[in-house]
Every structure is written in structure tokens, then in C-alpha cells.
């Protein structure tokens, strides 16, 4: 496959079953209790930031979760926000879900509630400017997405788009530590593997330098620190490997793609043999090809109240 070739849309389609097998059932399980008992007499109101293509929209329905609900997901990128309005009509359709759509806007009359889903292509940033103090949602959601903003700057905006007692669940937090095997050679595996989560701690925001790698652990103390209530936490890792009939569903595309992120991301690096580092990546999507491939990436799941 091209560089070129790569879509990010299928990637996060495949990437549902991993996550789906990852996600921690324990900080699952709270978070049912607690919404139970939240929903008690009212309708709720959840915003999910970095929604992608919805994934996590048809789970928590799929999954009982919430019932009758008005999710507003929103997402930087307009491909994603399109390919979400469609994958959300076609499984709608799948579980005979009744379905009105108006312009922004879907309603599927779900099994056990009305679910109103507001799809917005909108940056975190843009949206905060106009919705940071409102105190208007019950339940925030971001899901492997935190790692990729600067957490302490942003964490307590974010705590601001809740109401009183809303509640949290932030999961999928990248925590420093991916696994290749087999090894190809144990030192250029290291070298690569440090040089790329380096460049996790090289973002940039509004010229600003930022990242952390350990994205997953911190968050017990940026949450502390801007005033948010953990109720239950735990780990929630990736871990993808061929059974007897492969990968999957589309699991071997998802390890494709993932070589192809490192590939991008170090691909000109200063420190790194250009030929060598081309061969390990042919090597480990020939790995991927031959169904040998196992991949476990570290992270961690939290759910609580905010502040
Ligand atoms: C790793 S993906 C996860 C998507 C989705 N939550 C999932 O797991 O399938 C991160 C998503 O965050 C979105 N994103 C990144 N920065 C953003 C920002 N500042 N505001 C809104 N969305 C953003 C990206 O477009 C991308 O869809």
C-alpha cells in the first residue's frame, strides 16, 4: 500500500473490535451503575470531543449504556464528521432502528430510548471559545483522544462543558509502552520505539511545544488537579493477535496502519540508518502479512464526576 492509500476513516472502522476487546469492563460496569442512577428522572445530555467516525455512539447503545440520550459528537476533521453521518444511517438501518434526519441532525427511535445525535466537524478549540463555562452536558466523553491535546492546559476547559455532578469517561490514554513481536533485532526495535514516542512529546498548539507519553498514568494527577472525581480506573490495553483464521475482522488493516504511523512519523529522521529503518518497516508489515504479528499497546481507561 502507498502512503497515499491509507485512510484513516477504514483505520478507525478496524480499530472498533480492538478497542472494543481493550476497553476496561470494571470502569464499564461503574459507569452503568452511575448512569442508572443519574438518569434516574431525566435525559442525558452527552458531548463526546474527537468523536471520529461515531464508533463510540453505536457501542454505549449497542452496549445499553445510555438510552434515551442527545449525544452531540464532535471532530476536527469533516471526512470523519461525513463518514460518521453515514456509518451511523447504515447501522441504524442494520438494527431497524426508525430513523429521521435533518440536516445536522439524526434521530433513531433505539430499543430502549430516543437517541438525537448532533454530528459537528468542529476543532476542540473553536468549539470551547464558544461553549467553555456553559455547564451544559451530563456526560463528556473522549476516547482515545487525550493524549493528543496538551492535558493540563486543557483538561479544566474541558471540565467546564459540564454541568453540575456531570460525569466523565476518558478512555483509551495512550500509557508509554508498545510491543512488537517477534523482535526483529532488540536494540533497533528499542531505537525505534524510543525515537517515536519522542515525537509524541513534540507536538505543537498555537506554537507551543507539548506531549507526554504517559499520557494514561498522569491523568490520575491532572485530574486531581483540575478538580475532577475518579470513581474507577484501569488499564485498557490493545493487544491484537492472528487466531486460527487470522486477524479479525479488519484487524490486520489496523496493524498495517499503525506501521505505517511510525513509518511516517520517523521516516526522515536524523537518527535513524534510512535504508535500515525502510527495511524494519517492510519487515513488520511483511510480519502483519504472514499472520505473525502481535501488537499490545498500554493504556488506561477513567471514569468519574467532574468538578
Ligand atoms: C485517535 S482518533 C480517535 C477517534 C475516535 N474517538 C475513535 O477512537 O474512533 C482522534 C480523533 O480526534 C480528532 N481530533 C484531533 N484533534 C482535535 C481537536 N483539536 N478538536 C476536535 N477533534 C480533534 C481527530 O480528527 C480524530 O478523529
Known amino acids: 500500500m502507498t502512503p497515499e492509500e491509507y485512510s484513516f476513516t477504514r483505520y478507525l472502522a478496524a ?32 458531548l463526546e470531543i474527537g468523536a471520529g467516525i461515531g464508533t463510540m455512539i453505536e457501542r454505549m447503545v449497542d452496549w445499553d449504556l445510555i438510552a434515551d440520550v442527545e449525544y452531540t ?17 447504515k447501522w441504524a438501518a442494520q438494527n431497524d432502528f426508525h430513523i429521521v434526519q435533518k440536516g445536522s441532525e439524526l434521530k433513531f ?4 430510548g430516543e437517541v438525537l445525535v448532533k454530528l459537528l466537524a468542529v476543532d476542540l478549540f473553536d468549539f470551547l471559545k464558544r461553549y467553555e463555562e456553559s455547564n451544559s452536558w451530563d456526560l463528556l466523553i473522549a476516547h482515545a483522544f487525550l493524549d493528543l491535546v496538551d492535558v493540563p492546559d486543557t483538561l479544566p476547559r474541558i471540565f467546564g462543558l459540564a454541568c453540575e455532578g456531570g460525569l466523565f469517561y476518558f478512555s483509551i490514554n495512550y500509557d508509554g509502552l508498545t510491543i512488537l513481536q517477534p523482535a526483529i533485532d532488540n536494540m533497533f526495535d ?15 498548539h498555537n506554537g507551543n511545544r507539548f506531549g507526554d507519553r504517559n499520557t494514561g498514568r498522569d491523568l490520575f494527577q491532572h485530574i486531581r488537579q483540575a478538580g475532577g ?32 504511523t511510525i513509518h511516517r512519523a520517523l521516516e526522515n529522521h536524523p537518527d535513524l540508518d534510512h535504508q535500515r529503518f525502510s527495511d524494519w518497516i517492510r519487515q513488520r508489515h511483511d510480519q502483519v502479512d504472514r499472520q505473525e504479528l502481535v501488537y499490545i499497546a498500554h493504556q488506561l481507561d477513567y471514569f468519574g464526576i467532574c468538578p
Open 73 to 89: 459528537a464532535i471532530d476536527a476533521e469533516v471526512e470523519n464528521i461525513d463518514f460518521a453521518r453515514q456509518r451511523l444511517l
Open 15 to 46: 480499530k472498533k473490535s480492538v478497542d472494543d476487546r481493550a476497553l476496561n469492563r470494571q470502569v464499564l460496569q461503574v459507569m452503568g451503575d452511575s448512569l442508572g442512577e443519574f438518569l434516574y428522572d431525566r435525559h442525558l445530555k452527552v
Open 229 to 260: 472525581h475518579i470513581q474507577s480506573s484501569g488499564s485498557s490495553d490493545w493487544v491484537v493477535h492472528p487466531g486460527s483464521n487470522g486477524y479479525p475482522g479488519d484487524e490486520s488493516y489496523f496493524l498495517h496502519f499503525i506501521i505505517h
Open 109 to 112: 427511535s433505539a430499543k430502549r
Open 190 to 204: 528499542q531505537q525505534v520505539l524510543e525515537l517515536y514516542h519522542l515525537t509524541m512529546e513534540q507536538r505543537i
